[in-house]
């Protein structure tokens, strides 16, 4: 089985900075794509970044500039720096991963369980 936890969530003021990480555990044989995705309250999901195996990235237009996507191919991990961070930010930010288990050969998806970010005023 395949699990994905994230990490790195708290309480910070606006312009603050934090780092999630999210680490993947399980027989995976090959992680695709990485992406961050977030909620916030009472509201709908959205896609923040996302990076391939080879290092493209894509970015929310809210994101650009300010939070950086990163991954560790040997580590199974992935990474979200975020930088002048605004109350808009507020959010439960989920890790999302398209990847390869042993034996399959599809791809498959899996979700984090979330870490909460708020930030203040």
């Known amino acids: 089985q395949v699990q994905l936890v994230e990490s790195g969530g708290g309480l910070v003021q606006a312009g603050g900075s934090l780092r999630l990480s999210c680490t993947a555990s399980?027989?995976?044989?090959?992680?695709?794509?990485i992406s961050w995705y977030r909620q916030p309250p009472g509201n709908q999901r959205e896609l923040v970044a996302q990076?391939?195996?080879?290092?493209?990235?894509n970015y929310a237009e809210s994101a650009k500039g300010r939070f950086t996507i990163s991954r560790d191919n040997a580590k199974n991990m992935g990474y979200l720096q975020m930088t002048s961070l605004k109350p808009e930010d507020t959010a439960v930010y989920f890790c999302?991963?398209?990847?390869?288990?042993?034996?399959?050969?599809?791809?498959?998806?899996?979700w984090g369980q979330g870490t909460q970010v708020t930030v203040s005023s």
């Open positions: 399980g027989s995976i044989f090959r992680i695709d794509t």
């Open positions: 999302n991963a398209n990847l390869k288990v042993f034996p399959a050969s599809l791809m498959t998806t899996h």
């Open positions: 990076i391939t195996w080879s290092g493209t990235t």
